[in-house]
């Protein structure tokens, strides 16, 4: 287990962060890696947080498929479906439609995660994961106790960040 920090403090990262390690799980003959992060984007292109599409970390989890290495990702916590058209209210209130994807979970070659919760005697999709294309399978992600960076311990956490670890095994 091999765990490659992305985030500064405030929770941020860069898309050539990921890259990087990306790059060095290729490296370093890593099996699986799990991407629990991830960011919703508009149209049909991945773009990064400037509105560009994103080639580098595409064309490195290509490279990652291509060194045999397994990538499971995030789906998204918006509770949206993704890939499908659907309508969206701008900030000046006009309504549109667009298609939204969740980035980089729906790129080719990503093994894309939806969360469940229990309920009743079994599992559904939470209403907060996100659905739709290339949601590949989902897996328990509600009321996981996991590390937490903003407590500096452990917490009971929930979202599509906690499922994708159980499928990456």
């Known amino acids: 287990l091999v765990s490659l920090g992305v985030f500064d403090t405030g929770g941020s ?27 919703r984007t508009v149209g049909d292109m991945p ?15 290509a490279r990652a498929n291509a060194a045999g ?22 900030r000046d209130g006009v309504t549109t439609t667009e298609v939204r994807y969740s980035f980089p979970g729906d790129l080719d070659g990503t ?3 939806i969360n469940l919760k229990k309920s009743g005697g079994g599992y559904v999709r939470s209403s907060s994961s996100n659905y739709g294309l290339n949601k ?17 311990g452990f917490r009971s956490m929930s979202g599509t960040s906690m499922a994708a670890p159980v499928v990456a095994g």
């Open 136 to 152: 590949t399978i989902s897996a328990p992600g509600d009321g996981i106790y996991s590390t937490s960076v903003t407590s500096g």
């Open 111 to 113: 093994i894309n995660v």
């Open 13 to 39: 990262t860069a898309s050539s962060k990921i890259t990087t390690a990306v790059n060095y799980a290729i490296d370093n003959n890593i099996r699986v890696l799990n991407m629990s992060l991830g960011a």
């Open 69 to 90: 290495i397994v990538v499971v990702t995030s789906a998204g916590n918006a509770g949206k479906p993704s890939g499908e058209e659907i309508p969206y209210t701008d």
């Open 47 to 61: 773009t990064n947080k400037n509105g560009y599409y994103d080639l580098l970390l595409e064309s490195a989890i």
